[in-house]
């Protein structure tokens, strides 16, 4: 659980091979925290497990991961690029909320759906392509993602929440495919 929450004087974290599960809140508020490498073995994020780490600006997930909980990083503000792995298939609610400076951020083909809030207030977040598997787009998902230029939301895409892309004040392209419904 909150096995290290706001402890200020971590600015590093390596997490070992033995470790599978980093628990909820476990380094949430750890407002120093510069780095974070997980190793090969982790399976599980949990939810808010960074958040609240405002001086996180990079953070290696391996592939062995195959679920990153909510909020995990959400309010991680100086966070620059985050890459999703093969394997995990949903980017649950505010994983991303608030990462103020995430200019780029890799989805893979294994994600299904884009939960609520997922990326909102994600500012600088530029360009970003949803893979073929995403079915759904729920409500927030890129609210305020304000350099987003252009989004092509993949044939496949059946639903797209409401506000999903409110406030991205640079968007000037959105290619929405027949499949979408709601």
């Known amino acids: 659980g909150v096995a290290f929450h706001n402890q200020l004087?971590?600015?590093?974290v390596t997490?070992?091979?033995?470790?599978?599960?980093i628990?909820?809140?476990?380094?949430?508020?750890c407002a120093n925290l510069k780095?974070?490498?997980?190793?090969?073995?982790?399976?599980?994020?949990g939810a808010y497990a960074f958040a609240d780490c405002k001086n996180l600006n990079s953070i290696v997930i391996p592939k062995t991961v195959k679920s990153i909980g909510g909020n995990a990083f959400s309010r991680c503000a100086n966070l620059?690029?985050?890459?999703?792995?093969?394997?995990?298939?949903?980017?649950?609610d505010h994983t991303f909320y608030g990462c103020?400076?995430?200019?780029?951020?890799?989805?893979?083909?294994?994600?299904?759906?884009?939960?609520?809030?997922?990326?909102y207030d994600c500012y600088k977040l530029t360009n970003v392509v949803i893979p073929t598997s995403v079915t759904s787009i729920e409500d927030c998902a890129f609210y305020a993602c304000r350099e987003l230029k252009s989004i092509v939301v993949p044939?496949?895409?059946?639903?797209?929440?409401?506000?999903?892309?409110?406030?991205?004040?640079?968007?000037?392209?959105?290619?929405?495919p027949s499949s979408v419904t709601a």
């Open 35 to 45: 780095s974070v490498i997980i190793s090969e073995g982790v399976t599980s994020i």
């Open 15 to 21: 997490i070992p091979e033995s470790v599978t599960l």
């Open 100 to 119: 103020e400076k995430l200019t780029s951020v890799v989805i893979p083909e294994s994600v299904t759906k884009i939960g609520n809030n997922a990326f």
């Open 9 to 12: 004087n971590i600015t590093t």
């Open 155 to 176: 044939e496949g895409v059946t639903g797209i929440g409401e506000r999903a892309f409110t406030s991205c004040l640079a968007l000037s392209e959105a290619v929405i």
């Open 23 to 29: 628990g909820d809140f476990a380094f949430s508020g």
């Open 80 to 92: 620059i690029s985050a890459t999703i792995p093969e394997g995990v298939s949903y980017i649950e």
